[in-house]
């Protein structure tokens, strides 16, 4: 029986469809990656076996959607990867698990704690875990201790740094619904981590980011520290992950402090699998059933990447802009 994943809104993330696809061959197992995104255009889906197009998650129909694709394709295991379905997938996994669908999301419960950022840090601070101080605007004083990091309560696009009174009541009326955070003054790093569908932490990698660029990880090495494999695992025993998690940190003062968690694959992801951490093969692994034991700790230190942009070029461009969504479009990608 083949094992079929769908990586949804596959956009740039090339490399994660061709980590799924290596997984698959260094097992030995059948399947395909089958990509679903709203454009025919985006690169990721020229790089999968096949690919379909689907509305928005804001789309009422999203779910039946990617639900009547399964079917079609015989899909085992589901990969979202933007934060807008998380929830929706959240909602539906135990359900779907039950038609032979595996769905790479924590449960519903720490998918919308984790996206909300006040909540996320107050929460992990009330179970005694390191998290920077965060505040919503009823709750700042009218001198505030400055300077403070503020961004929107949900997702990182547009997040500033603010050094006075007046930066801080400025863009606290300027960001949509924002969240004020103390600002963290360290080494940053993204910990990379995978956990079984029960919640057990099966692997953990550190980053430490040196460049970051239009939100995605540049530059960088793993780091095997102790301190930041045990903030790791202790998050994951508060907060119960299923699959990908990255926990976004400074180290201050030689105590790692969590400021950001997004409860799927990051853009870091090669540098992990390169490190010896192969978090889709593992994934692969859980929804064929079998057993993956924990390998904390295990994975080549000081490892750098050096990420770089590449282009697609896209023939028949007409074509596929023309197929009606649910239809399964033919890969026009030339290079």
């Avoid at 985006?42 to 009422?60: E, I, K, M, N, T």
């Avoid at 379905?85 to 999301?105: D, H, M």
């Avoid at 505040?135 to 547009?158: Q, T, V, Y």
Wanted: aromatic share 8%.
């Amino acid at each position: 029986m083949p094992l079929n994943v769908l990586i949804t809104a596959v956009s740039r993330r090339v490399p994660l469809v061709k980590a799924f696809r290596h997984a698959l061959n260094a097992l030995n197992v059948r399947g395909s990656v089958i990509a679903a995104d709203v454009n025919p255009l985006s690169p990721g889906v020229h790089f999968c076996d096949r690919a379909y197009q689907v509305p928005l998650p804001s789309d009422p129909g999203y779910l039946d959607a990617i639900s009547d694709l399964c079917e079609a394709e015989g899909i085992n295991l589901i990969v979202p990867t933007m934060d807008e379905e998380l929830p929706l997938f959240a909602s539906v996994a135990t359900r779907w698990a039950r038609r032979g669908i595996r769905v790479a999301v924590s449960p519903e419960e720490t998918t919308l704690i984790c996206q909300d950022t006040f909540t996320a840090c107050t929460f992990l601070r009330d179970a005694g875990i390191a998290a920077a101080e965060s505040f919503l605007p009823f709750m700042m004083s009218d001198e505030p201790r400055l300077p403070l990091f503020i961004k929107p309560r949900r997702g990182n696009a547009g997040a500033v740094t603010a050094t006075t009174k007046a930066h801080v009541d400025f863009f606290l009326s300027y960001i949509e619904d924002p969240v004020a955070q103390e600002c963290l003054d360290g080494p940053e790093y993204a910990i990379d981590v995978m956990c079984d569908f029960n919640g057990r932490p099966l692997s953990v990698v550190p980053h430490e980011v040196l460049e970051t660029g239009l939100g995605f990880f540049e530059r960088g090495r793993t780091v095997n520290d102790q301190k930041l494999l045990d903030l790791a695992t202790d998050c994951a025993d508060v907060l119960k992950f299923t699959g990908p998690t990255t926990i976004r940190c400074r180290v201050v003062n030689g105590r790692p402090t969590v400021f950001d968690i997004n409860p799927c694959f990051s853009s870091g992801l090669p540098l992990t699998i390169a490190a010896g951490a192969d978090f889709p093969s593992m994934l692969l692994q859980l929804a064929l059933g079998r057993d993956v034991e924990p390998s904390i700790g295990h994975f080549k230190s000081d490892c750098w990447m050096s990420n770089y942009e590449a282009p697609v070029f896209v023939d028949r461009v007409s074509e596929l802009l023309a197929i009606p969504r649910g239809v399964e479009f033919q890969m026009a990608a030339v290079a």
